[in-house]
Structure formats: structure tokens, C-alpha cells
């Protein structure tokens, strides 16, 4: 069974940029898509954005296109997610996911199967 980590939170000033990872261990991320999801606090888990195994597609909510890239690294078994021009309403517990279904990269959290733990970004304005 595969186990992500997250990594790469932190409190930044609005305007910056961090770039979160998401590693994976046990088994290999294989032909799953991922997908990167974030929770503020009071409010519902929310989609970020997603990305086919190959990385040939890639999903983003609106709230984030233009400012947040996703990549993968099948070699290194590692998702990433580069966020620029952070606004404090960004903060959220960021989690990575990986998908139940080979082919599926959406924004429906039902349809991710293992996740991560989370790692915190807090933007100050």
C-alpha cells in the first residue's frame, strides 16, 4: 500500500511563493493520477488541482490557474505543486491524493483513495 508525505509548508508573505511535495512510499505512484487538495479552517476540503500519471493532463480550480503548477516525477515518486503569488486566502492544510481510478484526474475528492497528512501554508497579508 502506497503512503504519501507532504512537505514543504510554511507561513509566507502574500505575494510569495512555496513549492509543496508530496512523496510517496511503499509502493510506487503508478499509473494513478494525483491530485492536490487543501482544507482552510471552518471550510470544506476544496480540489487544488490534478495531474494524469504520464503528466500529459492537468486540472486546476479556478481560484488557483495561473498561479499554482503541478508536476510529477515517476522516477521519484514524488508530486509536486509550485504555488506563486500567494494571497492569504490560500492558507489551508494542503494534502495530496492519489486517485482510486487509473485514468480519473478531477476534482472530486471521493474518487482520490490515499492521502497524505497534510502540510500547512499560512500566507500573512
Known amino acids: 500500500q502506497v503512503q504519501l508525505v507532504e512537505s514543504g509548508g510554511g507561513l509566507v508573505q502574500a505575494g510569495g511563493s512555496l513549492r509543496l511535495s508530496c512523496a510517496a512510499s511503499?509502493?510506487?505512484?503508478?499509473?494513478?493520477?494525483m491530485g492536490w487538495f487543501r482544507q482552510a479552517p471552518g471550510k470544506e476540503r476544496e480540489f487544488v488541482a490534478a495531474?494524469?500519471?504520464?503528466?500529459?493532463?492537468?486540472a486546476y480550480a479556478d481560484s488557483v490557474k495561473g498561479r499554482f503548477t503541478i508536476s510529477r516525477d515517476n522516477a521519484k515518486n514524488t508530486v509536486d505543486l509550485q504555488i506563486n503569488s500567494l494571497k492569504p486566502e490560500d492558507t489551508a492544510v494542503y494534502y495530496c491524493?492519489?486517485?482510486?481510478?487509473?485514468?480519473?484526474?478531477?476534482?472530486?475528492?471521493?474518487?482520490?483513495?490515499?492521502w497524505g497528512q497534510g502540510t500547512q501554508i499560512t500566507v500573512s497579508s
Open positions: 495531474i494524469s500519471w504520464r503528466g500529459r493532463t492537468t
Open positions: 491524493a492519489r486517485a482510486k481510478v487509473v485514468g480519473y484526474v478531477g476534482e472530486k475528492s471521493d474518487e482520490y483513495d490515499t
Open positions: 511503499g509502493r510506487t505512484l503508478g499509473l494513478y493520477s
